[in-house]
Nanobody, 118 residues
């Protein structure tokens, strides 16, 4: 059974940092891209970052470039999203998703709430 479990969300002040984790199981981790999406109330789901767990290629939406860093620990089947210089606009539920490419999601986690106060 494919499972993606996010953790690390919470409440933080503007300018602060959080690190999200996405623990994967039930599939060959190195065969997939792992994506981070977010969705705020009343807004469309947005792709935030993506990593090719095979070759380590990393991709970011312009809104988070320079502030967020995606990484993977293939030995632990876990992808991380380090979020620095957080802004109130970053407030959303963050989801990780596995797929064959970036900005796609075939398997999804349950999401973790990130709230940034001003």
């Amino acid at each position: 059974e494919v499972q993606l479990v996010e953790s690390g969300g919470g409440l933080v002040q503007a300018g602060g940092s959080l690190r999200l984790s996405c623990a994967a199981s039930g599939f060959t981790f190195g065969d997939y891209f792992i994506n981070w999406f977010r969705q705020a109330p009343g807004r469309e789901r947005q792709g935030v970052s993506c990593i090719n767990t095979n070759d380590g290629g990393k991709y970011y939406d312009d809104s988070v470039k320079g502030r967020f860093t995606i990484s993977s620990d293939n030995a632990k089947n876990t992808v991380y999203l380090q979020m620095n210089s957080l802004k109130p606009d970053d407030t959303a539920v963050y989801y990780c998703a596995a797929s064959w490419g970036c900005w796609l999601g075939d398997y999804w986690g349950q999401g973790t709430q990130v709230t940034v106060s001003s």
